[in-house]
């Protein structure tokens, strides 16, 4: 044998239920990522594989043989930094780093696969009569429940019999889990061996229950697993119904200190179950070994965050329903007249013409073009509800075309299959169809969506799909999809491929020259390509607030940056105090939209007496303060797959006090948020994980050694402060030092990506000298915006005094800078400096 012979991929065959083979195929991707695939050999017809997930096949890297005997196989990377040993006899995968054994699979013996089988011979009787035929036979009244399955008084018929897969993991010195959003549990995944699973099935949840492992709105199917040494990932690609089962224990292993060789040690093992209904096992396995290292193995699987319009890092204010044309202008002027900030005001279902989407009621909507060009003036947005569902009427276009197409969701006898919802009765256009994805993207042509311009953008709601009086209030499984596939294969991925449709849409409109904005209750792995997601339909509760956090963290690991908990909670009537803790808590998240239901109480920003408004108006403030940060931040996400809202322990790696925190998180790198009391100081603090950091307010900390560019005051909307100053906050570290970035460009376009109309600087403060620099020479972007103020947090004496220098003029001439410093709290304020962004320069003190 020659263990020097060089393998793609390793292929093994395993036989299953005695006669059926299998074939394990194990590949090794560039960026220390490894995948398992495993399917049958020769099946009666092809299973289900994900589609359109992965950004592109990923390309396998080269595996050596570099030990075999009998009934073992060992596999080495080209670097031999990672081996992968093969058992045959009972079938198992061990993983190595360097020498220790980071993951192993079926090590618990679970791996079943339920091969596809010819039908019973009088299924075809049993489908007509859709009930469970009497017979007097025993065994064939068992062989018929394997090809059908009663759910309430729904009957599942399975038209290729059962086809479920599963497969146990275990990581080894691991008992922190995180991941497979989305859930309304804690942030640390929690022990299932005397519980319920996690369960990934999107549904449609009103007031979802705290603390339920049940699936609701979205599913992504990635674990991440952390120790202080390493961060590893499992990604399993599949879209049918799928149960994770978690077990963590301790496991005694001998030391390996020579002077305590006879000692035995604990050491934690989480055992790990996937199960799904269908498809075949499609595993990728995250090496690490840092999170940041998992992430961007996450993305470079499945995409980046979209870089999002500027406009919609805003405060967004939505109800079910604002009433009409006057109702808007009402909302509108009330924004201007509190001196509020707000980007986009949202219309829902109520707007359409009897629930049909890209239409409107012509009652409450007479003149929607000329309400939209009301709101371009003022220099904001609208966005409306374009939910699945279409409403059964052959005088309504879209359905009248969709029928004639043949684009709709199929039932199991091959009709039209339709359901209940919105509309009343409603058919559902099948988007996992490419054909049907162009169709549905035109539709949102300006020729075609009347009354629609530029400033509207979309919400889709309802689109897990809900299906009124159906099972689950869902699709039922056995509906048929393109190319014969049944609902139970891809359920998981149809508000996904209603979002790609949709973003898809809204760029084609533009030519492809404009960013779209769309928003999507269901969610898959890779829907951050296509905008922003939500928790859905919350409760105005305090309970509802805290579970926030750490769901929308879960949901930053799995990639999607862009996400957001309606604030105020959907459903009820939130005290005011609570109200106004929400707007503090949401104003520090990616996206921040009020939201309401139709039964609760107006809620807009105002209408809570004087005190609460002037606290909300000031958190909604310093959101649009915040903004060059936070938009900084996502195109990080975008370029690199960096959460922008991030649990401690990402940060914090080594310490194990940060590991299960959820009331507390980083935004990106700089910022620390706490859910607590507004405070309005400047206080340098000290925590056992951080190095120091600056107490601002709401409360947020600035973490010791950043620097944090923001705007110098907020405007009426993202849009009017275009031309405001910057201002920098540098908070210093214990070495005096301070590091921070920038990144602009023109907030809307794709000029960015096409034409390099972006600017992205660097600002370092070291040996009492603030600079700025450039980081990407390639950026070509020009803006006449200044830097006019830098507050110095942490600055340990008075200096005698501070000057400027514009480094690209060829004198280099110093300007005195006028400052003020306080010596109660160490800060250093530098005003009135009028120093170019795009330009380098340097500040000194002395």
């Given at each position: 044998s020659n263990f020097k012979k060089l393998f793609l991929s390793l292929q093994v065959y395993l036989f299953v239920c005695s006669q059926v083979l299998l074939q394990v195929e194990i590949y090794e991707i560039e960026g220390n990522i490894f995948r398992l695939k495993i399917d049958e050999a020769s099946p009666l017809r092809a299973r289900y594989k994900v589609p359109d997930v992965l950004i592109k096949e990923p390309t396998t890297k080269r595996l050596f043989i570099s030990h075999k005997?009998?009934?073992?196989?060992?596999?080495?990377?080209v670097n031999e930094d990672y081996k992968l040993q093969v058992t045959s006899n009972p079938f198992q995968v061990e993983l190595q780093s360097k020498g220790e054994t980071v993951m192993s699979m079926n090590s618990n013996g679970l791996l079943y696969f339920e091969h596809l089988q010819p039908p019973p011979s009088d299924r075809k009787s049993t489908v007509q009569n859709e009930e469970a035929a009497s017979d007097s036979s025993k065994e064939k009244q068992e062989d018929l429940g394997l090809w059908q399955e009663k759910f309430g008084n729904f009957l599942d018929i399975k038209a290729h019999g059962p086809t479920s897969v599963g497969m146990d993991f275990s990581l080894h010195g691991y008992d922190h889990v995180y991941g497979i959003p989305q859930h309304t549990e804690t942030l640390l995944l929690k022990n299932t061996s005397d519980g319920d699973?996690?369960?990934?099935?999107?549904?449609?949840?009103f007031g979802h229950k705290i603390h339920e492992k049940i699936g609701i709105y979205g599913s992504v199917p990635l674990l991440l697993a952390h120790k202080p040494n390493r961060t590893s990932g499992i990604f399993w690609l599949n879209s049918s119904e799928t149960l994770v089962d978690i077990s963590t224990k301790a496991v005694h292993t001998p030391s390996r200190s020579a002077?305590?060789?006879?000692?035995?040690?604990?050491?934690?093992?989480?055992?790990?179950?996937?199960?799904?209904?269908?498809?075949?096992?499609?595993?990728?396995?995250l090496m690490g070994p840092t999170a940041f290292d998992t992430f961007k193995q996450f993305a470079q699987l499945t995409g980046t965050q979209a870089l999002p319009p500027l406009f919609s890092l805003g405060y967004h204010q939505c109800r079910w329903n604002y009433e009409d044309e006057q109702?808007?202008?009402?909302?509108?002027a009330g924004f201007d007249a509190h001196d509020i900030p707000y980007d986009v005001i949202w219309l829902d279902i109520e707007h359409t013409d009897g629930k049909r989407y890209f239409t409107w009621d012509k009652q409450k909507f007479q003149n929607p073009r000329k309400m939209q060009e009301h709101l371009r003036k003022k220099k904001r947005k609208l966005v409306v509800i374009v939910d699945p569902h279409i409403k059964v009427d052959p005088s309504y276009t879209l359905y009248a075309q969709a029928k004639e197409k043949g684009y709709f969701v199929k039932d199991r006898n091959g009709q039209d299959f339709e359901g209940i919802s919105w509309?009343?009765?409603?058919?559902?256009p099948d988007f996992t169809n490419p054909e049907v994805r162009k169709w549905y993207a035109d539709q949102f042509a300006f020729k075609t969506y009347k009354a629609s311009t530029n400033i509207l953008f979309v919400w889709n709601d309802m689109n897990e799909p809900s299906v009124f009086k159906g099972a689950e209030l869902t699709m039922q499984k056995d509906a048929v999809h393109y190319n014969n596939w049944e609902h139970r294969e891809v359920h998981n991925l149809y508000g996904f491929y209603q979002q790609m449709a949709t973003a898809e849409g809204l760029i084609r409109r533009s030519s492809g020259k404009e960013r779209p904005f769309v928003l999507t209750r269901s969610f898959f792995a890779g829907s951050q390509k296509y905008g922003a997601v939500w928790t859905g339909d919350n409760t105005a509760d305090w309970s509802y607030l805290k579970i926030s956090i750490p769901m929308l963290l879960t949901i930053n690991m799995a990639g999607i940056s862009f996400c957001g908990a309606d604030v105020g909670g959907f459903i009820g009537d939130p005290e005011p105090e609570l109200l106004v803790r929400w707007y503090q808590a949401g104003a520090y998240q990616p996206f921040f939209r009020g939201h309401s239901n139709m039964e609760s109480k107006r809620r807009e920003p105002w209408l809570f007496g004087e005190k609460n408004t002037q606290i909300i108006r000031r958190a909604i403030r310093e959101r649009y303060v915040l903004l060059p940060y936070l938009y900084t931040l996502f195109y990080r996400a975008h370029t690199a797959?960096?959460?922008?809202?991030?649990?401690?322990?990402?940060?914090?790696p080594e310490k194990m006090e940060t590991f299960d925190v959820e009331n507390e998180y980083m935004l990106g790198k700089q910022v620390s948020y706490s859910l607590g009391f507004d405070l309005n100081i400047f206080e340098v603090v000290w925590k056992p994980f951080c190095p120091g950091f600056v107490f601002l307010q709401i409360p947020v900390f600035q973490r010791g050694g950043t620097v944090i560019p923001l705007k110098t005051t907020a405007g009426k909307s993202t849009e009017w402060m275009i031309d405001i100053s910057y201002e920098l906050h540098v908070a210093l570290d214990t070495e005096a030092c301070a590091i921070g970035e920038l990144y602009i460009d023109d907030g809307h376009s794709?000029?960015?990506?096409?034409?390099?109309?972006?600017?992205?600087?660097?600002?370092?403060?070291?040996?009492?000298i603030l600079s700025s620099s450039c980081i990407d020479e390639s950026g070509q972007y020009h803006t006449t915006c200044v830097v006019e103020r830098v507050i110095i947090l942490g600055f340990g004496k008075h200096p005698t005094s501070v000057t400027q220098t514009l480094l690209s003029c060829s004198d280099g001439k110093k300007t005195e800078v006028v400052f003020t410093y306080d010596t109660k709290t160490s800060v250093l304020t530098l005003e009135n400096i009028a120093l170019s962004v795009d330009a380098d320069w340097e500040i000194c003190i002395s």
């Open positions: 005997e009998a009934g073992i196989l060992v596999l080495s990377s699973a996690y369960r990934l099935y999107n549904l449609d949840i002077a305590e060789t006879a000692k035995q040690r604990a050491v934690p093992l989480t055992d790990v179950r996937w199960m799904s209904e269908s498809g075949i096992i499609d595993v990728f396995l109702d808007v202008k009402a909302v509108d509309p009343g009765p409603s058919c559902y797959a960096e959460p922008v809202m991030r649990s401690l322990w990402i940060e914090f794709f000029q960015y990506l096409h034409k390099k109309q972006f600017l992205y600087r660097k600002f370092t403060f070291c040996k009492n």
